[in-house]
């Protein structure tokens, strides 16, 4: 089977330019400015963006053990509408992934039944309880891409000094979630102004910076790969561009609603304004935007974390931290960054492919021949309206339901198999 895709508008080589692209037994055969109109099925891409699949390298595929809040089939599709191809699986699933065992039966899921290709995460300790480490080894030799306690962090400083050493042995690299659980507290939301005016207990930033700022020494000494998931403070920022400039091997990403929204969207007690780290004040989100695009962000990640309605649509201090990310995620940033001016649309699709892509050390997701095709095309002109009935996510816990967005994904495309469109 041969797909040729006429006449869009492709990120090719960093920038946007005309291509046509065809595909042979799942992979880019060429890519020219014209080819010939001989393949068994021709996509007529004119007016239209043809972009790399995005890479998402922080999800929450919640399987095994709570595919009541999304399963790997539903995660997947979820991905494929909204444009990514690959994306990682994080740990904190029921049972833990912490063993062979479980890094197999994802994995092995995913390829029987998936719509996007998922790397595993595998846990730094033991359940991710931070008393001990993890089998990373044997995980290691099973494919795992990371390792991470993400939803819950390491609060000993040598445990994750050992984990460092240990992690880096095997050339894995430490994704972490930075969270000081005694400056924590019970904290909600974001501890400032709108907390107090809530009466919500308030997370503190510094919760956040201490570990980031504990993390970089423990990654400078052992000589790690640390990457910070989900950074959200401009101090956080401050302190990454500081390491890197030291020459300190980390790198970090961004979610979608750390660049758009801020601590006020809390002010209605939406249940899906609240997540961790919470929403910041503006200049946090300011912060964030500015370092994306400095490059000190290196990635956008959507921490796409899934919950059933029973447990969101409840009680502010008793619902689960958290949101879906992965079919929003494009058309927001699009919608709210790029089409104001805010954001180039080439730092976007870098930051959704290439750039995690590197992160993590995972396959290129870049448009050339020779790999596999992954990619999608996007309508810039159309858009996207997002209801319960329509995102895909057995999750619809999203402070943007019920919006319609700039941009719509009308294919994507997974080694040459179309997992998204008609
Ligand atoms: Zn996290």
């Known amino acids: 089977m041969t797909i040729l895709i006429k006449n869009g508008t492709a990120f090719v080589n960093h920038k946007f330019q005309i291509r046509d692209i065809l595909i042979k037994k799942g992979r880019i055969a060429r890519i020219a400015k014209t080819l010939p109109d001989k393949a068994d099925r021709t996509i007529d891409a004119s007016g239209k963006h043809v972009f790399p699949g995005f890479v998402d390298i922080h999800v929450h595929l919640r399987d095994p053990g709570q595919t009541y809040k999304e399963d790997i089939v539903s995660g997947t599709r979820s991905a494929a509408r909204g444009g990514f191809t690959s994306l990682c699986a994080m740990p904190n699933t029921d049972p833990v992934v912490d063993n062979i065992a479980t890094v197999d039966y994802i994995q092995r899921r995913a390829k029987d039944l998936g719509s996007a290709r998922v790397y595993v995460i595998g846990a730094m300790t033991k359940k991710s309880e931070g008393k001990e480490i993890s089998e990373m080894a044997t995980m290691q030799s ?35 979630h930075a969270e000081d659980y005694n400056l924590a507290g019970k904290g909600q939301i974001h501890g400032g102004r709108i907390a107090s005016k809530l009466g919500l207990s308030g997370l503190s930033g510094l919760a956040e910076e201490v570990i980031v700022s504990r993390d970089i020494m423990l990654a400078e000494n052992t000589g790690s790969r640390l990457h910070i998931a989900h950074i959200s403070t401009a101090r956080s920022i401050e302190l990454v561009r500081q390491a890197k400039q030291r020459g300190v091997n980390v790198t970090c990403e961004v979610t979608p609603h750390h660049l758009l929204l801020t601590e006020d969207a809390c002010l209605g007690f939406d249940t899906n304004t609240k997540m961790k780290p919470p929403l910041r004040p503006e200049q946090d989100r300011l912060a964030c935007l500015a370092a994306l695009k400095d490059g000190t962000i290196d990635c956008i990640a959507t921490d796409h974390a899934p919950h059933a309605d029973f447990e969101k649509v409840r009680e502010f201090d008793l619902a689960p931290f958290g949101i879906i990310g992965l079919e929003t995620a494009f058309c927001a940033l699009y919608h709210h960054l790029v089409k104001p001016g805010l954001l180039t649309l080439e730092r976007l699709a870098e930051a959704l492919t290439s750039a995690p892509a590197r992160v993590l050390a995972l396959a290129s997701a870049e448009l050339k021949s020779g790999v596999p095709a992954d990619l999608n095309i996007i309508d810039l002109e159309a858009s996207t309206t997002f209801t319960e009935e329509s995102i895909l996510s057995k999750g619809k816990n999203t402070p943007w339901l019920g919006q319609t967005l700039s941009g719509k994904v009308l294919y994507t495309l997974l080694e040459g198999r179309i997992t998204w469109g008609d």
């Open 142 to 176: 099973g494919g795992i891409v990371a390792v991470s306690d993400d939803g819950n962090c390491v609060q000993n400083a040598k445990l994750m000094l050992n984990c460092m050493r240990y992690a880096t042995n095997f050339g894995l690299p430490l994704v972490i």
